[in-house]
C-alpha cells in the first residue's frame, strides 16, 4: 500500500517513520492510535487516490487537519492511513456580493476570517483554537465557539461540500441555494467527523462585521451570582454575541501568563459581547450591566478599544492552554446543559472533583449551557487516567440527566463514543448506524469513531455464514 | 530510565508543561511551509518527550526534526502554558551533539567557539571581506556566496570609540561579528548612552556570547564563551548587546552556566535602554518629520525576549512614521548559521519577507546582523537598511 501511495504523491508527502507515526498518533486530547502510514495530499484527486488504495488495501483512512480536536476524532484509533489536509489549504475563491468562499478543507478559520477582512466580512465560527485549527475540522465536529451563541456553530456557515466518499467517488452536496432541491445532506455531513466523507473543499458563508461591539467584564464572588446573571440576561430577551464564563482557577492561570489584569479575586468572572448598531449595542450592554448589578456582581468594565477587547478574548481563548501550569495533563469536557440548570449542575461538578480528588477548572460558554470543565492531572502517576476516566463518565452523566447533551461542539470521537448510550436509546442508534452504512459499508473511514458497537441493533459486521438469519 | 546523556538536556519539566493544544502550530514558519507536525513547535515537543521516555530513538529522523527549526521561538511567545521551547531545543541539540558527533559538527562547533571569539582571525576574514567587495566580487560569485557578500554591509574601518562620563556603568557586548561589521552600531550606541551619562566599558577581555554554538548544539563551547565574558564583566552594572540574538543569549546567560544567573538578570538590548532613556527625558524626542521607515522584528527581540515596543519608541522619538514589515513576525530565515545549513527554507522565508517588504517601503529598520544580512541580500538595490539606534543618532544630528 505504501508503494502505490508513493507512486500516487510525491514520495516525500507518505511518511512511515516511526517518529511521524508516534506524532500523528494523537491529538490534542489524551487518546492514542497507531497509524501505519500518514499521507499529505495537496488536491482533491491525490484525496481520492488515497482513499481508492486504502480501499483496497482494506485500510481505515481517518482524516485530519490541524489536530486541536480533543475527542481524538483524528486519531488512528485502530491503524491505518492518516491523511493531512494542512496543504490543502487555499482559499479559492471569496465572493465579497454573495458573501460566501470556497475554500479547502485545510485552511485555518482565523486565516479565512482575515482573509475576509478586507471585504468587511468573516467567518462566524470561532472555536478558541480558531489561530490554529482547520476549516475541514471545524466541519468534521460541527464546532462552535463563543460567539456560536448568536451566530451558530458551523452547520449554520455551509452551504455545499466537496466530499470523497469511502468508495472513492467524489460528490457535491448543497449549493449556493440556501435551501438545495432533494435531501438536504449538509447536516448529515457536517459533524459526522470524518465517518461518512472527506471534505476536499467547502462553499462556506461569510458575515459581516458588524458596525459596533462592546466587551464587558462582570466579576462574581460566587459561581452562582454569574449564572444567575446569565440566565437573566437571556430572559430580559438579549441574546449576546457571546456569553463566556471563567473560574478563579482558570484567571488565575491566564492572568500568570498574559497580565491583563483580570480580578483574580473573584469566585467567577463573566465575559459578554453584544454586537450590531451603535444605539443597540449601547443599550444591550447597559441591559447586561444591569442584571450583573442586580446579581451582586464585584465590578463591570467595559473594555475601553479594540486592543482591551482583544486581550480579553485571548485571555479566553488561551485559557486551555494556561492551565498546564497547574499539572502536566489536563482532561477537557465537553457537555451541553439547560442555561436554568447551570448552577447546580456547577456545583455537582465541584463535587465530583473533589470526591476524585481532582484539581477541577471550569471555563465554558455559559450562554448556551456549554459547560468545559477540565480535570487537572499528571498522567505519570499509576491509576491517574482510569480515575480521570471514571470522573469524567460522572459528569456527563450529570449533564446528560440535567437535560443537556453529550458534547457541545468538541464532537464524540472515540472519547464519548462509549457514552452515547446516554443519550439515545437502541432504536437512535441503529437509524444513526444505518447512515454510516450506507455511505460507508465497510466502516473505512475513520472506524471505532462517534458509534459504540452494537449500534447496529442487529449488527451484522461479525461474519455470518450465508444464508444466516438474523 | 532517561535516553539523555548531558546535563543540558530537556527536562522532565520542560516537556511537560506542552499539553498539545496546538496553538503554536500557525506561528512556526516552517509548520506554515510544510504543514507537517514533525515540523511545528507541538511536534518537535512531542518528539522530544518520545525520546525522553524511550519511544522514540535519538535517530537521523530526530536530528533531522529538530535541527529543521529555525529556533525562532515564536512559538514561544504564543503559549500559553510557556514551555520554554528555546531551552529545550538548545538541550536537545546538545543530545544531538553528544550522542551523534560527527566530524562537521565538531568543525563548525570550533569554527562558531573559536573563530569567532578570535579578533584577529575575524578581522582577517574581514579585510578578505573588503577586498572582495572593493573587487565588486559578488557579482560573479555563486548563489549563495554572492548572496551571502551582497547581504554584508560596505565595511568601513573599524575605530575604537573614546570611553568618557562618571554615571553608571555599562558593560557594552560589542559582540564577534558585530564589531567588525556592524561598527556603525556599536558606535552609536556609545554615543547615545555617553549623551545620556553612562560611563561605557568594553573590556578588552569579552568574547562571543556564544548563541550561534549553543543554538547548534555546542554547549561546551558555548560554556566556555560564557564563563569569559562573566568574567570580562565582572565589574560593571549591566551589560548591554547591541545585536538581539547577543542579548537574548546573555538573558539566558543562566540557563547555561549557573554563575550565569548574575549576568543575565541586569543584561538588556540596547533598544530597551535606549527606549527607556527616551521615556525618561535623558535622550530627546525629536519634532522632526522624518518619513516613513519600515520595521523588521528580529525573533530573539520579538519573541525571545517579548520585545516589540523599543524600536518603535526609540524610531517614533526621531521622528519616523513606522511602518511593520511583517504583522505576522514570522522569522526572516537567517536564524544564526540556519541559513548557512538550510539554504532553501531559509530563502523561501527571506524572499517572502522581501516581498512584504517591498510593498511597504524603502528604508529598513532592524536591529541584528543576520536579519540585516538576510534582508539585504533578498533585496533589490536602493534599500537602506539600519539599526533603530543608527537612525535614531542621525536624526538627532540633522536636527542640530
Known sequence: ?470 | MTAWVTDFAPTTAELNSCVACGLCLPHCPTFRLTGLESASPRGRIAAMKGVAEGVLDLDADFEEAMTFCLNCRACEAVCPSMVPFGRAMEGARAEITAQRPTARRRLRHLLLGRLLSNRGLVGLATDGVRVMQRLGVSRILPGRLGRGLRGLRPLRPVRAPALNGSGPTIGLLVGCVMNKWFSGVNTAAVELLTRAGYRVAIPGEQTCCGALVVHDGGIDEGRRLAAINIRAFDNVDRVVATAAGCSAHLKSYGKVISEGAQIAAGAADITQVIAELIASGKLPTLAADSGDVVLHDPCHLRHAQRSTEPPRQILRAAGYHVIDADPEGLCCGAAGIYSLLRPATSRELGTRLANLIDDRGELVATSNPGCEMQIRSHLDRGYRIAHPIELYLEAIRSSG
Not at chain 1, 430577551?237 to 484567571?251: F, H, Y
Not at chain 1, 478599544?305 to 497547574?326: I, P
Not at chain 1, 457537555?335 to 465541584?350: A, D, G, S
Not at chain 1, 459499508?441 to 459504540?452: E, V
Open chain 1, 1 to 470: 500500500m505504501i508503494d502505490e501511495l508513493r507512486a500516487a504523491l510525491d514520495s516525500d508527502r507518505v511518511m512511515e517513520s516511526k517518529l511521524e507515526l508516534h506524532l500523528y498518533g494523537r491529538d490534542a486530547g489524551v487518546y492514542r492510535g497507531n497509524p501505519s502510514v500518514v499521507a499529505i495530499p495537496e488536491t482533491t484527486e491525490e484525496v481520492v487516490e488515497i482513499v481508492k488504495i486504502a480501499g483496497r488495501h482494506e485500510a481505515p483512512v481517518v482524516a485530519r487537519g490541524a489536530g486541536t480536536g480533543l475527542a481524538a476524532g483524528a486519531v488512528p484509533t485502530e491503524g491505518g492511513v492518516v491523511l493531512v489536509t494542512t496543504r490543502m489549504n487555499q482559499i479559492h475563491e471569496i465572493d465579497p456580493v454573495k458573501r460566501t468562499a470556497w475554500v479547502g478543507p485545510g485552511v485555518i478559520n482565523l486565516d479565512l476570517s482575515h482573509a475576509a477582512a478586507p471585504y468587511g466580512l468573516y467567518f462566524a465560527p470561532d472555536p478558541s483554537s480558531q489561530a490554529a485549527c482547520t476549516v475541514g475540522g471545524n466541519i468534521a465536529n460541527n464546532s462552535g465557539g463563543p460567539h456560536c451563541l448568536a451566530e451558530g456553530s458551523t452547520v449554520n456557515h455551509v452551504l455545499a461540500l466537496e466530499v470523497v466518499l469511502p468508495d472513492g467517488t467524489l460528490e457535491v452536496i448543497g449549493s449556493e441555494a440556501p435551501d438545495p432541491i432533494g435531501l438536504d445532506l449538509r447536516g448529515v455531513m457536517v459533524g459526522s467527523e470524518g465517518t461518512l466523507g472527506i471534505v476536499t473543499r467547502a462553499l462556506v458563508k461569510l458575515t459581516p462585521i458588524a458596525p459596533d461591539i462592546r466587551t464587558l467584564l462582570c466579576s462574581f464572588s460566587s459561581i452562582s451570582d454569574a449564572a444567575e446573571t446569565v440566565s437573566g440576561v437571556i430572559a430580559r430577551g438579549v441574546v449576546p454575541a457571546a456569553l463566556e464564563m471563567m473560574d478563579q482557577r482558570i484567571v488565575e492561570a491566564v492572568e500568570n501568563w498574559l497580565h491583563a489584569g483580570l480580578p483574580t479575586h473573584a469566585a467567577a468572572i463573566l465575559l459578554a459581547e453584544v454586537v450590531g448598531e451603535t444605539a443597540a449595542v449601547e443599550a444591550e450592554a447597559d441591559l447586561i450591566a444591569e442584571v450583573a448589578r442586580a446579581n451582586k456582581a464585584l465590578e463591570i468594565s467595559v473594555a475601553a478599544g479594540e486592543d482591551e477587547r482583544a486581550l480579553l478574548w485571548k485571555c479566553r481563548k488561551s485559557a486551555f492552554g494556561a492551565v498546564a501550569q497547574a499539572a502536566p495533563n489536563y482532561y477537557l469536557h465537553d457537555t451541553v446543559v439547560p442555561r436554568t440548570r447551570l448552577v447546580e449542575t456547577m456545583n455537582k461538578v465541584y463535587e465530583i472533583g473533589r470526591r476524585h480528588d481532582l484539581l477541577m477548572m471550569n471555563v465554558f460558554h455559559a450562554g448556551d449551557g456549554n459547560l468545559h470543565p477540565l480535570m487537572m492531572f499528571d498522567a505519570s502517576e499509576p491509576g491517574m487516567i482510569e480515575k480521570v476516566q471514571a470522573a469524567a463518565d460522572e459528569l456527563v452523566e450529570v449533564c446528560v440527566k440535567a437535560g443537556g447533551a453529550l458534547s457541545g461542539e468538541h464532537g464524540i470521537g472515540r472519547e464519548k463514543r462509549d457514552l452515547m448510550p446516554l443519550m439515545f436509546n437502541t432504536a437512535d442508534l441503529d437509524a444513526q448506524a444505518r447512515i454510516k452504512e450506507t455511505f460507508d459499508p465497510f466502516g473505512r473511514f475513520n472506524p471505532g469513531k462517534i458509534l459504540p458497537a452494537g449500534s447496529r441493533c442487529f449488527d451484522q459486521s461479525g461474519a455470518l455464514p450465508p444464508g444466516a438469519w438474523v
